[in-house]
């Protein structure tokens, strides 16, 4: 029997062939690999195909781990989890659009069953829907339910930023700080990057208010708006720098009143930016 390639958890690559590259070069900006017509893409802003340096994240990192026959199993399906992740954060799978499973299996070189737990898992996660036929699409998000689900973070996230003021955990804190600096002096800024750099700052917020729940709720909501900007607003990077700066600034200086104030100025102007985007 042929054995299936191991890949990389996180990565689209098989590990033998990162480790092998990584040797050679740390530095080595990742290439396409469009295989069967899935453009798997990493470390490249599929909008413009512009590679520029990039932070390199925990889960970027090569597990030199043996693995037995359950683990790898899972492994796989993580490894398709991160595959389809990553093609609908960068574009490569766009919102309707139809996941034909035997292609994508065979572009992972996997087969079906860790590909459909990491579609349940995506399914769970609001990323991608099933059909009547069992089939599954990924989700799209139009700007009615942008606009009504930021609305709702308008409510929400304002208060979480009120209450994590005095609970912030500097450890944390102090990298995201730094993403933000690194983001304003990249001359290209990578599309993933400035999402990665989204997604710490607004976890950070939540995790610190104190309130499991309404963190739960941010983040299911954060999922759809984050599918319409990921369509729409890709280029919204400054805006986004300078309203973090300001939630951010308030949060060290423990100013609740402050920092209620920035994360509603920056979710109208995500709502204002959106407008002016598509009419």
């Known amino acids: 029997m042929v ?62 781990a043996t693995v037995s026959d359950g683990e790898e199993a899972h492994s796989l399906s993580t490894l398709a989890y991160n595959a ?41 996660e609001g990323l991608v829907r099933k059909r009547s036929n069992r089939s599954f699409v990924v989700r799209q998000v139009d700007l009615a339910e942008y606009l009504h689900s930021l609305k709702v973070r308008e409510l929400l996230e304002p208060e979480a930023a009120a209450l994590a003021c005095g609970n912030v955990d500097g450890t944390r804190a102090v990298p995201v700080r730094r ?14 990057a400035h999402w990665h750099s989204d997604d710490s700052l607004h976890d950070l917020i939540v995790d610190a208010s104190g309130n499991p729940v309404l963190a739960q709720m941010v983040r299911e909501l954060r999922v759809t708006t984050r599918l319409f900007e990921i369509a729409k607003l890709s280029d919204r990077v400054v805006p986004d720098l300078d309203e973090h700066t300001a939630i951010l600034d308030a949060l060290e200086k423990s100013d609740a009143r402050a920092a209620r104030r920035a994360m509603a100025q920056h979710l109208k102007s995500l709502a204002r930016h959106a407008l002016a985007s598509v009419s």
């Open 179 to 192: 993403e933000i600096r690194s983001l304003r002096s990249l001359p290209h800024v990578h599309t993933d």
């Open 3 to 64: 054995r299936p390639l191991r890949f990389k958890l996180g990565s689209c690559q098989p590990i033998e062939r990162l480790a092998a590259r990584q040797s050679q070069n740390k530095n080595t900006n990742w290439k396409n690999h469009d295989r069967l017509g899935y453009g798997i893409q990493c470390g490249c802003n599929s909008a413009s195909n512009d590679v520029s340096e990039t932070p390199e994240y925990p889960n970027d990192r090569a597990s030199d």
């Open 84 to 124: 389809i992740s990553n093609m609908i954060r960068t574009r490569r799978l766009t919102g309707n659009e139809i996941i034909v499973e035997a292609k994508l299996a065979a572009t992972l070189g996997i087969s079906r069953t860790p590909l459909r737990e990491a579609l349940q898992r995506l399914e769970g």
